[in-house]
């Protein structure tokens, strides 16, 4: 089946530092790639889609400046979150669409001290 | 855009029990209809779907109903057991077309208690 690997799965930085997560469709090139954060006992919200080779789309009040996504391959896409702040605290989750449907990674816990 | 609306937010069964989640959706483009199950700090696992050329599906204990008229869709899960303790997400996609992406209802924390 159709796997997605993202990396890290914690980390921890000072605030102002920047993090970069990357997502990769291991076994299947992935059209589209989407990025979600979600807080303590929520759903998942939907930050951004991505197209290979192209700008990322972001959801209405996300900061495209603040979450940088690059989608540079049809099996890689990362977010960079970069100065970040202790709100930025949070559970990110990326997905990638292929032949197989929608499959999630098993996400990164950003914690900004 | 889309809106996803989920209930119970919390519900509690006893083991061997069955186990009801509701949801409704607000765009009637959408077409395709997942459930997720998420453990504590983990990602999502797709564990049924449904499309909206579909009224109901059904993998062991676990099934799916649509009613594409009514814009609702719910998980059934029967025989429940502890391992099924965790928390469950419907969501709604439009696939093949300019918003296709996943968005997700709130999530329903299911308990089954020995």
């Known amino acids: 089946g159709a796997v997605v690997s993202q990396h890290p799965s914690w980390v921890i930085c000072k605030s102002g530092t920047s993090v970069k997560i990357e997502c990769r469709s291991l076994d299947f090139q992935a059209t589209t790639m989407f990025w979600y954060r979600q807080f303590p006992k929520q759903s998942l919200m939907l930050m951004a889609t991505s197209n290979e080779g192209s700008k990322a789309t972001y959801e209405q009040g996300v900061e495209k400046d603040k979450f940088l996504i690059n989608h540079a391959s049809l099996t890689l896409s990362t977010l960079t979150v970069t100065s970040a702040h202790p709100e930025d605290s949070s559970f990110y989750i990326c997905?990638?669409?292929?032949?197989?449907?929608?499959?999630f990674g098993s996400g990164t816990r950003l914690t900004v001290v | 855009g889309e809106n996803v609306e989920q209930h119970p937010s919390t519900l509690s069964v006893q083991e061997g029990d069955s186990a009801v989640i509701k949801c409704t959706y607000s765009?009637?483009?959408?077409?395709?209809f997942p459930w997720y199950k998420q453990e504590l700090g983990k990602g999502p696992q797709l564990i049924i779907d449904i499309r909206s050329n579909v009224g109901e599906k059904k993998d062991q204990r676990i099934a799916v109903t649509l009613n594409k008229t009514a814009k609702h869709f719910s998980l059934h899960i029967t025989e429940t057991q502890p391992e099924d303790s965790a928390v469950y997400f419907c969501?709604?996609?439009?696939?093949?077309?300019?918003?296709?992406?996943?968005?997700f209802g709130p999530g329903t924390s299911l308990s089954v208690i020995p």
């Open positions: 969501a709604a996609s439009q696939v093949g077309t300019s918003y296709d992406k996943v968005i």
């Open positions: 997905s990638a669409s292929g032949l197989y449907g929608y499959t």
């Open positions: 765009d009637s483009a959408s077409n395709y």
